[in-house]
């Protein structure tokens, strides 16, 4: 009978071991998915940083902290104020990755939210610096200039980073509605004064014309006007110097 217990009792205990190994085997192994990087923290510090693939870790000593190197697509909408004080709401958008090879000393420095504290903060004051210098009327016209001048001046205040910056647009933008409304009854006011000088353009061309048709009337065109429109019967009376035919109706 002591025997039966005895070797239920190396079983339980085999069976606990089986399940305590099987649990480390599998609590060791972790997976890096591809356009990831793996930051290895042991007892909160850095101490590996892990490719794509199968890898493994020391249990319950290890921690894994995935960071994607894709190209991530951060979006951001911000009031901007141009070089005369006129308010213009903007929509930029913004393509960057992570370098791959620093992915380390992005954590060190950053930790998980390199967004909120580097990158969100950074591109708001570069697009807000570049509008300023312009005013809005020449905003529509320039905006691909602008952009591309944010786009510089952001990727060079964030060099050696580890943020690597793929493209940034401005998709979008808005100016205010009293802007809007003064922009409307300028067009409209411009609208009038082209109207008022086409009118005055042409009557001076009338009145030109109406110059140069009197002008041409000579005695001798107006007799042939006149013989042209004679009927055949004289007229009654006309006096003696006055030719007959200018006097026909």
């Not at 708001?124 to 009327?137: F, G, H, M, T």
């Not at 510089?152 to 509605?177: C, P, R, W, Y």
């Not at 001076?204 to 065109?221: F, I, T, Y």
Request: a negative charge.
């Amino acid at each position: 009978m002591s025997n039966q217990v005895n070797v239920s009792e190396k079983l339980a205990v085999m069976m606990i071991v089986a399940v305590f190994a099987l649990i480390l085997a599998v609590s060791s192994c972790y997976t890096i998915d591809t356009g990831e990087r793996g930051v290895v923290l042991r007892f909160g510090r850095l101490t590996a940083i892990a490719d794509e693939g199968l890898n493994l870790k020391v249990p319950f000593m290890d921690e894994v902290k995935k960071m994607s190197v894709r190209d991530q697509n951060l979006t951001l909408r911000t009031e901007v104020s141009s070089s005369d004080i006129q308010t213009i709401t903007v929509d930029v958008s913004l393509v960057y990755s992570l370098d791959p090879s620093m992915v380390d000393r992005i954590f060190q420095t950053y930790g998980m939210i390199i967004e909120s504290t580097l990158i969100r903060p950074t591109l708001s004051e570069k697009i807000n610096a570049v509008i300023a210098e312009y005013p809005i009327e020449t905003f529509v016209e320039k905006r691909a200039e602008i952009s591309n001048r944010i786009n510089l001046a952001f990727a060079e205040q964030v060099a050696g980073t580890g943020i690597m910056v793929k493209s940034l647009l401005i998709t979008n933008h808005d100016f205010s509605d009293d802007f809007n409304k003064a922009i409307e009854n300028k067009k409209i006011a411009e609208q009038g004064a082209l109207t008022a000088k086409f009118t005055l353009e042409r009557m001076k061309l009338e009145a030109e014309a109406q110059k140069v048709k009197q002008a041409s009337l000579s005695p001798m065109v107006l007799q042939e006007m006149a013989i042209n429109k004679w009927d055949g019967h004289l007229p009654s009376y006309f006096s003696g110097d006055q030719l007959p035919f200018l006097t026909i109706k």
